[in-house]
């Protein structure tokens, strides 16, 4: 089936009419809207442009509901994912179509505050952005689990009650300040993708994965808060037959911080038979009973900087009292919920399950014995010296981002990028700066927890602890 356009959300015949109307225009003629490039060729072209962030808050107020549509007072998860999957996909292509077309760019973010810049500005700041580390615009949202370690230790608003996840290494989701003057910018980070893959994710991962950012960093928070949700990703073969994806989601926890009852569900229990399970979260799912998790899904403790690995058809979640940093291969958001716990959401409706995918595409050999001997803590040691210890801790042989993390005193080199986007996250100590060895680019402060990323095209750089930790922890994720 053919991706869908904008051109798609329009009457053929009104779109005609449309560009016959402009065509026989006399004077000035102004045409503005999504999509306004389709009336015809323009002596100029202005494009206006808004953060994914800030169109799901838009959303949720009822301020817009899906665009070309009056849907105001649709749930908020349906608008979200029809942007996610449909809207947001079709304006990125015309946006790329109008890469070439384009004088200047608008930053439409505040409302009644535009900020515009000529696109050859624009395109310059997101060339000097990628020639050396950046960071991604984070956001943080409350959930029906959350916790209160983000809220404690990054100096979040104390008056939410909880926040939940935040996004803080996702281009699909966060947006990028870009700084011209005295002017600051925000911009969806797909356009940097979209405008420069190469330089950005490398030809390894432009060529099997196309203007795609496919690694993704996020925090979940259940730190004084709730389990999360029962779930399942689909293997790679029901995801392409099902739904016309060429990869699958597969993912890994890694525990930035625990308390001491803290565990991990993962995998599914020696004996287990596959009906009993399917039928055991049915009934759930009805209210009938509550499901006994630990009779089905293997637990294993959890504690700090530990790391499990989660391959897809792997049955998951962080329990409560976690801090985790998600690292995905990000295939849009595939994840088949089996359980949530009997919770409604935050909008008091109940929270939608995927029995009937997640049955599909459950791996029943992910037995208790294989799982602590294959995905938890599968450290590998690289290097030992006195200041400095690197460790392969993942992912697991089918997946295909590797994890690496260095412990070090002083500085650790990186010599070897392998030419392609690098995604690293500061795991342990208050401090570090990241530094060229060629003078390619300023040096980069990254503070504790903080993501980063490493074009491709950068293929040396150095990390020096500058704070007061005696030693820190980067942990760093890449494509292989």
Known sequence: MAAIKIEDYYAKSQLELLRQKVALAD?????????????????????????????????????????????????????????????????????????????????????????????????????????????????????????????????????????????????????????????????????????????????????????????????????????????????????????????????????????????????????????????????????????DATRYVNTFPAKKHDHFLIPSGTVHCSGADSMILEISLCAYIFTFKLWDWGRLGLDGKPRPVHIEHGEKVINWDRSEDWVAENLVNHFETLVETETHKKEKTGLYKTEQIRTERDWFTDFVDYDNTEKTVNMLNLVEGDKVVVESVDGAFEAFEVNYVETFVIPAQVERFRIRNVGESARVGVLRARVM
């Open 27 to 291: 004077g000035l003629t102004i045409v503005f809207g999504t999509g306004a490039s389709l009336a015809g060729d323009a002596d100029m072209t202005v494009y206006v442009d808004v953060a994914r962030w800030e169109i799901q808050k838009r959303m949720r107020s009822g301020e817009i509901g899906n665009w070309n549509d009056t849907n105001l007072d649709e749930d908020i998860l349906r608008k979200y994912k029809r942007g996610f999957f449909l809207d947001w996909r079709a304006a990125d292509r015309l946006k790329v179509d109008l890469f070439g077309e384009i004088d200047y760019y608008v930053d439409e973010n505040v409302l009644e505050n535009p900020k515009m810049v000529r696109w050859s500005d624009y395109c310059s700041g997101l060339e000097q952005m990628l020639r050396g580390p950046f960071r991604l615009v984070p956001y943080f949202d409350p959930g029906v689990w959350g916790g209160q370690w983000m809220k404690e230790n990054l100096g979040l608003d104390s008056s939410v009650e909880n926040f939940a996840w935040a996004f803080d290494g996702v281009a699909e989701e966060n947006s990028l300040y870009l700084q011209f003057g005295n002017t600051r910018i925000e911009t969806p980070a797909m356009n940097a993708v979209l405008k420069y893959p190469r330089e950005l994710l490398g030809e390894l991962v432009f060529s099997r994965f196309g203007a795609e950012l496919p690694i993704r960093f996020d925090f979940l928070d259940t730190v004084g808060g709730q389990n999360l949700s029962l779930q399942v990703h689909p293997d790679k073969e029901y995801i392409k037959k099902q739904f016309g994806m060429d990869y699958t989601q597969e993912e890994s926890y890694y525990l930035l911080d625990a308390k001491e009852d803290a565990v991990v569900y993962l995998g599914v229990k020696d004996g287990v038979e596959s009906e009993e399970l399917i039928a055991a979260l049915e009934e759930a799912q009805t209210g009938a009973a509550e499901l």
